[in-house]
């Protein structure tokens, strides 16, 4: 038997369970990317968006992710890291 739920209900569930993310902290971002040979040349994080100068990109977002007080700015900073690191780490 399939039970359906009315969107009132999802609601009603999603409310009272919240979704707990962890993120690492920017000492563990430190760490990943002294790890890690960087590269050298430009590299496009997302369509339209390219890093020339990917050590002192890095060197700012962590000053920003450790000096920052709001999680609306953290949240990007985040996400840029995250995906450096993934690109990164798939080069050949």
Known sequence: MIRRCSLVSLRAQLWCCP???LHMTAEEYQAAFDGIK???G???ISQGVTVKDVPLFVKKQLTILKTGNSERVKGPVRWRLDRLLEL???YP
Request: glycine share 0%; proline share 17%; charged share 25%.
């Open 19 to 21: 979704v707990i993310t």
């Open 38 to 40: 960087l590269p050298e």
């Open 42 to 44: 430009p590299i496009e």
């Open 88 to 90: 990164i780490k798939s």
